[in-house]
T-cell receptor
Framework: SAVISQKPSRDICQRGTSLTIQCQVD?????MFWYRQQPGQSLTLIAT?????????ESGFVIDKFPISRPNLTFSTLTVSNMSPEDSSIYLC??????????????FGPGTRLTVL | QQPVQSPQAVILREGEDAVINCSSS?????VHWYRQKHGEAPVFLMI?????EQKGHDKISASFNEKKQQSSLYLTASQLSYSGTYFC?????????????FGQGTILTVHP
């Protein structure tokens, strides 16, 4: 598995402002992912962040709104820019880890609960 | 495209069994099952790979039918700790390897 921490755990922000969420993992990983989970809903992939390359965004998500940094193999940030109430959600990072037998899966951080007023 | 889970919700008494299904419209490389309790992160349960079936821990197991693009999660002799929302995450492989698309979730409630 992996030990993953996120900061902040929760925040309340005013519309039009930006918030940067940090994700720290206890060991080096190649692939990190950022998800959004709206209340009572499923997880939606925002982007994939590999160290040393630009993040790859999923349909419906753009870099200007959700800029991502990946400065090293244990850390990543996601910024939610120019926030509106529709951005209120839980944001989770995950990391890809290998399993016995050669396959890979994802382990999730605890999430950041964001409320935009 | 998001896989479809059924049922949307299940209510059990301790000791009863349940099956949760996950169906995809795309060919799959693997299916990953997670359980999420309220206010917590999703916890990985097990992975089902194309060409194989893997049993998990406790009394939870799963199957993967590649031809039908379906996976099922089996919970036997349920315990109170099994309560939570179960998600399947599908990986189509190829250029999308490693990316998971999650179903809408199945809420499982186990009563004493």
């Amino acid at each position: 598995s992996a030990v993953i921490s996120q900061k902040p755990s929760r925040d309340i922000c005013q519309r039009g402002t930006s918030l940067t969420i940090q994700c720290q993992v206890d060991s080096q990983v190649t692939m990190m992912f950022w998800y959004r989970q709206q209340p009572g809903q499923s997880l939606t992939l925002i982007a994939t962040a590999n160290q040393g390359s630009e993040a790859t965004y999923e349909s419906g998500f753009v870099i200007d709104k959700f800029p991502i940094s990946r400065p090293n193999l244990t850390f990543s940030t996601l910024t939610v820019s120019n926030m509106s109430p529709e951005d209120s959600s839980i944001y989770l990072c995950s990391v890809e880890r290998g399993l016995a037998g050669g396959s890979d899966t994802q382990y999730f951080g605890p999430g950041t609960r964001l409320t935009v007023l | 495209q998001q896989p479809v889970q059924s049922p949307q919700a299940v209510i059990l008494r301790e000791g009863e069994d349940a099956v949760i299904n996950c169906s995809s419209s795309k060919a799959l490389y693997s299916v990953h099952w997670y359980r999420q309790k309220h206010g917590e992160a999703p916890v990985f349960l097990m992975i089902l790979l194309k060409g194989g079936e893997q049993k998990g821990h406790d009394k939870i197991s799963a199957s993967f039918n590649e031809k039908k693009q379906q996976s099922s999660l089996y919970l036997t002799a349920s315990q109170l700790s099994y309560s939570g929302t179960y998600f399947c995450g599908t990986d189509a492989g190829g250029t999308s390897y490693g990316k998971l698309t999650f179903g809408q979730g199945t809420i499982l409630t186990v009563h004493p």
